[in-house]
């Protein structure tokens, strides 16, 4: 089983700057993507940025400019930095990586999710 763990979450005010990480472990063969997801209440969950194994990448683009998604290769590891923070960027955001392991094939695996508030 393929698990994910996030960290970086927090309270921070508008203007401000978090760093989201999420690790990924778990006999990974390889990964074909990695992405964050964003959930506020009472609205469903949207894909806030991703980026493939070929480094292409999109983003919402609510948080185009102010957000910037990455990955370290070796560690198994995505980041989300973001800056210029809104208080509607308030949600929980959930770590989504997508891949191979070994002896199972394809997995689709999600974070525990970490709550990100911006106050005002």
């Known amino acids: 089983q393929v698990q994910l763990v996030e960290s970086g979450g927090g309270l921070v005010q508008a203007g401000g700057s978090l760093r989201l990480s999420c690790a990924a472990s778990?006999?990974?063969?390889?990964?074909?993507?990695m992405g964050w997801y964003r959930q506020a209440p009472g609205k469903q969950r949207e894909l806030v940025g991703e980026?493939?194994?070929?480094?292409?990448?999109n983003a919402l683009d609510s948080v185009k400019g102010r957000f910037t998604i990455s990955r370290d290769n070796a560690k198994n590891t995505v980041y989300l930095q973001m800056n210029s923070l809104k208080p509607e960027d308030t949600a929980v955001y959930y770590c989504?990586?997508?891949?191979?392991?070994w002896g199972f094939g394809r997995f689709d695996a999600w974070g525990q999710g970490t709550q990100v508030t911006v106050s005002s």
């Open positions: 778990g006999n990974i063969v390889s990964i074909n993507a």
């Open positions: 989504n990586v997508q891949g191979h392991r």
């Open positions: 980026i493939t194994s070929g480094d292409s990448r």
